[in-house]
């Protein structure tokens, strides 16, 4: 599966703004094999999380990252940052911040099969660095 994962913080406007059109992006791809993935590095009680996802309509896992994590994710400096991981485990796009949603979408597109790469739907809304797969270190 392509992941898009996302290192966000419960305190982060910004992460909670983005979650709706997130969730979109999250149903709009899921059955060409994509998924969303939360991540944030602060500890919310598994209720707190729960209650975040249910109240922002979060239809992904929102889960606590520990250091391990956050260090295979280099460069994460600032809430949110997003990591479109490909189904080989390779980072494709990192953005700090919220992405452009054309970028974005286009982005989760190109890395999915050919023949999978959702339907055609208008993109949602308002940088990058590819690297090696996740846990290397180049």
């Known amino acids: 599966r392509a992941v898009l994962v996302i290192f966000w913080a419960p305190w982060c406007q910004v992460c909670r703004a983005e979650f709706p059109r997130l969730s979109t992006l999250h149903r709009q791809f899921a059955s060409d094999g994509f998924t969303c993935l939360g991540m944030t590095m602060d500890a919310p009680s598994p209720a707190g999380r ?57 982005a989760i597109r190109t890395i999915l099969p050919p023949g999978r790469r959702g339907a055609s739907t208008p993109p949602t809304q308002p940088s990058a660095s590819p690297s090696g797969p996740v846990g290397s270190s180049s």
Do not use: C, M
Not at 53 to 75: C, Q, S, Y
Not at 96 to 104: N, R, S, Y
């Open 50 to 106: 729960e209650a975040l996802a249910h109240e922002a309509g979060v239809p992904f896992p929102l889960v606590v990252a520990n250091e391990e994590v956050r260090r295979r994710f280099r460069g994460i400096r600032g809430y949110p940052t997003l990591f479109l991981v490909d189904s080989e485990g390779v980072i494709r796009k990192q953005w700090p911040g919220a992405p452009d949603a054309a970028e974005l979408e286009e």
